[in-house]
């Protein structure tokens, strides 16, 4: 089983020093909810962006929503040999249902994860949620993994073939990847220093949907099981 992690996701509630920013408080009125318990969104709070730290990597949910949708839609996944997992920008562990279905619609899908980061889980009562919310460090999550092997893909690591990488990732028991989940900047070398190696599968930066889309296609053809 392959476990696929969205590191350093720019996914996160609005941070409490920009809570009474007008256009926070602005979008929160609208849609009738604590400034709180909304998301950080660069399309709606693009001029208060530069006031928190590394705001440049900060506020793109639609990043990880269109990375779960490759994901969770791909074979591997529905052959249950897919494992994935979002670890937030703020330190939170995001453990997906393989079974989840999530809206190609991105308002609704920070609906959904706002009301995720509120009651710890969608849905809110169900003993096996679609999406279950930890407070937990990186590396405690990996910890939890225990992989044979991690490679972290980003545009700064070793230049490789994806080929090349997917069948290393093939030839491990436990393979886990990291894929950052943000618009701009690099891994922090915090995250790095989680992974044994990190390639760059192309020469220019990638969206991360692609890599994602990728990166699961060559295991699903490294292990054998797509023609």
Excluded at 56 to 67: A, E, M, Q, S, V
Excluded at 82 to 90: K, R, V
Excluded at 162 to 175: G, K, Q
Aim: proline share 8%; charged share 25%.
């Amino acid at each position: 089983m392959l476990h696929l992690v969205f590191v350093e996701a720019a996914l996160e509630a609005v941070p409490p020093g920009i809570i009474g920013h007008p256009s926070v408080r602005r979008n929160a009125k609208r849609r009738k909810k604590p400034p709180g318990e909304t998301l950080l969104n660069r399309s709606l709070h693009h001029p208060v962006m530069d006031r928190i730290p590394d705001g440049h990597k900060r506020g793109r949910p639609d990043i990880t929503n269109i990375c779960l949708l490759e994901a969770l839609g791909s074979p591997l996944n529905r052959e249950g040999r897919l494992s994935t997992w979002i670890h937030t920008f703020g330190g939170y562990s995001i453990k997906i249902s393989p079974e989840a279905r999530l809206p190609y619609d991105c308002n609704r899908f920070n609906s959904l994860v706002e009301q995720l980061f509120v009651h710890g889980k969608v849905p809110p009562g169900d003993e096996e949620p679609l999406m279950k919310l930890a407070k937990q460090g990186l590396e405690n999550l990996k910890s939890d993994i225990s992989p044979t092997l991690t490679v972290a893909l980003t545009s700064h690591g070793v230049p490789s073939d994806l080929e090349d990488v997917a069948s290393r990732l093939a030839s491990e028991e436990v393979p886990a990847v990291f894929i950052g989940a943000f618009p701009h900047g690099s891994m922090a070398k915090e995250t790095l220093a989680l992974a044994d190696e990190a390639f760059s599968i192309y020469p220019e930066s990638l969206q991360a949907w692609v890599v994602t889309s990728r990166l699961i296609y060559g295991y699903e053809k490294a292990s054998g099981k797509t023609d």
